[in-house]
């Protein structure tokens, strides 16, 4: 099964990557508020490398990350979707929803908008049973989208992120839920 090429929200375009997307997700991931979150900014380089990841899992698996456009202006505002989990964990496997939008996007419901159109797009084009999502322990504003989607946190799923070395400040992980059943149960 495959995700649809573009979803539409009320204020969003979300479709797939092109060219010119590479140079604004670019500066996006170099920055350091949009990337407090993460170990490090990333640069052009790192970025690309990304954006073509998320290619090959479209290209392999038929969804991945979209990018997310203002439907009036055109802007990029950043990106959002769902990619099969690519580390070893106890919950994997699985499919997890992320999101990353530039900050001058931020507090105005475009993340949850965004978010809210990839979950229904798992669970009703993919026919996935459960989507997952993660942060760090101190990223609240994360946290929150999770919530205001339906998403549950599960403390017993809470674990040390294998690709941060033990001590690091941004190991510890919180981990959210949410099954089929209780996207068609919310409001």
């Known amino acids: 099964m495959a995700s649809p090429t573009e979803l539409h929200t009320p204020r969003l375009i979300l479709r797939h990557w092109r060219d010119e997307d ?3 997700f670019a ?9 407090r979150y993460f170990p490090a900014c990333l640069d052009r380089g790192q970025s690309d490398a ?7 899992h479209v290209a392999e698996h038929g969804f991945g ?4 456009q203002h439907r009036d202006s055109g802007a990029f505002i950043g990106a959002t979707g769902l990619m099969h989990v690519g580390f070893a964990a106890p919950f ?11 900050r001058a996007r931020w507090r105005q419901g ?9 979950l229904a797009s798992g669970f009703r084009d993919l026919g996935l049973a459960q989507i997952v999502s993660f942060t760090t322990r101190e990223n609240r504003p994360s946290q929150g ?9 599960d403390p017993a799923g809470d674990f040390d992120h294998p690709a941060l070395d033990v001590g690091h400040p941004l190991r510890r992980h919180v981990l ?6 209780d996207w068609e149960a919310l409001p």
């Open 65 to 68: 990350w979209w990018v997310v």
């Open 145 to 153: 989208v999770m919530q205001a989607i339906g998403m549950r946190h």
């Open 22 to 24: 590479r140079a604004e």
């Open 176 to 181: 959210y839920r949410l099954t089929r059943r």
């Open 50 to 56: 990304l954006v073509e990841r998320v290619q090959r």
């Open 110 to 118: 475009f993340a949850r908008e965004a978010a809210s159109a990839a």
């Open 27 to 35: 500066a996006l991931n170099a920055d350091p508020e949009v990337m």
């Open 92 to 102: 994997v496997p699985a499919v997890e929803i992320g999101w990353r939008l530039a």
